[in-house]
């Protein structure tokens, strides 16, 4: 069974920072990318960032560039997502994805709350 734990998340204040993990397992973690998503009340589920196999390519969304790091340690079954410089508009329901072809998976998602 494949299940994709999310962890990390709360509440912060503007500025601050967090990060996400997202622990893998009933995967071959190291043939899947994996991508971060986030859903805030009332929006659509929009891609926040994405990071290939082997930890080579990123890629982000222009709203969290500069400010947000994908990363991956292949031997954990571990996806990161590094959130600096943090401001409201981040707060949302962030949720990990594996994909891998026409396999994809998805995590129950953490909520990061950004508010003074």
């Known amino acids: 069974q494949v299940q994709l734990v999310e962890s990390g998340g709360g509440l912060v204040q503007p500025g601050g920072s967090l990060r996400l993990s997202c622990a893998a397992s009933?995967?071959?973690?190291?043939?899947?990318?994996m991508t971060w998503y986030r859903q805030a009340p009332g929006k659509e589920r929009e891609l926040v960032a994405v990071?290939?196999?082997?930890?080579?390519?990123?890629y982000y969304a222009d709203s969290v560039k500069g400010r947000f790091t994908i990363s991956r340690d292949n031997t954990k079954n571990t996806v990161y997502l590094q959130m600096n410089s943090l401001n409201p508009d981040d707060t949302a329901v962030y949720y990990c994805?594996?994909?891998?072809?026409?396999?994809?998976?998805w995590g129950q998602g953490t909520q990061v709350t950004v508010s003074s």
């Open positions: 994805n594996a994909v891998r072809g026409t396999f994809f998976y």
């Open positions: 009933g995967i071959t973690f190291s043939n899947y990318a």
């Open positions: 990071i290939n196999s082997v930890g080579v390519t990123t």
